[in-house]
């Protein structure tokens, strides 16, 4: 409530001439006034007090809020950096890789123009090859077309030699004959005698004999001197007939 102050009129001359002077204070309007004017105080108190509390509530409020959010940004902001950290060393990992990649690309350009260099110097080979095989097959054609011509005069002279020696003689690889003998035991005519001889070189040799015969290098000695191959073989067929049968006659 609202204190409104009333006028007070105060007569002193009225009060002298009363043969009772008094003053009437109005005692009981000034404690009214009074306990109104302290309502009114302490209601401003408790406003004001509760204003405050309010302000402080508020501003505590507020200042938890801020600080809330200020750790949140904080922690944020230690996740970033710890984010740019790791970025840095992916960054620095991949410029690594990176220039490991370049060296390595580098030197498999290297490779790859020395792998050409060498195909076609390989090619270059290769077509050389090639020439070379169409000559030697062109030589091999007409060295086998002289053979042909040469064995076909041969051919009646070396079957009558087969005759004559009841032998066979045939070819094999490596510059071999391989001579058979017919009818040298004569308990049993169908028994197997033959040797190789390696006409390859200059000095005759003989590969294998079928039986061995003991008096086999005698013989290719002989052979190497002379250069006769018929009187070789003649005399291995008499050294088969000799051991087969046991005595001194020759089998031709």
């Not at 509390?53 to 940004?73: N, P």
């Not at 009646?156 to 045939?170: K, Q, R």
């Not at 002379?226 to 050294?239: G, L, M, N, P």
């Amino acid at each position: 409530m609202a204190f409104a102050p009333r006028g007070f009129h105060f007569d002193l001359k009225s009060v002298l001439s009363d043969p009772n002077p008094h003053i009437d204070l109005d005692i009981p309007v000034y404690e009214e006034t009074l306990q109104n004017f302290l309502k009114a105080v302490n209601n401003y108190k408790n406003k004001s007090i509760t204003a405050i509390t309010d302000k402080r509530t508020k501003d505590a409020a507020e200042k938890k809020k801020l600080h809330d959010r200020t750790q949140k940004i904080e922690a944020e902001i230690s996740k970033y950096k710890v984010q740019e950290i790791e970025l840095m060393a992916t960054l620095e990992r991949e410029q690594a890789e990176r220039k490991d990649a370049e060296v390595a690309v580098t030197a498999f350009k290297r490779q790859i123009t020395s792998l050409r260099e060498r195909s076609a110097t390989m090619q270059t080979q290769i077509d050389e090859y090639r020439a070379l095989i169409v000559s030697l097959k062109t030589d091999k054609d007409k060295e086998r077309s002289t053979l042909n011509t040469h064995a076909s005069r041969v051919a009646p002279e070396l079957h009558a030699y087969e005759t004559l020696l009841a032998c066979s003689i045939e070819g094999m690889e490596k510059e071999q004959l391989l001579i058979s003998f017919r009818g040298v035991d004569i308990s049993g005519p169908d028994r197997e005698f033959s040797f190789i001889l390696d006409v390859s070189c200059h000095d005759y040799k003989v590969v294998k004999t079928s039986p061995p015969l003991p008096s086999l290098p005698l013989l290719v000695d002989k052979l190497n001197v002379t250069q006769d191959i018929f009187t070789f073989i003649v005399q291995i067929r008499q050294e088969f007939h000799r051991m087969a049968n046991g005595d001194e006659g020759v089998g031709v």
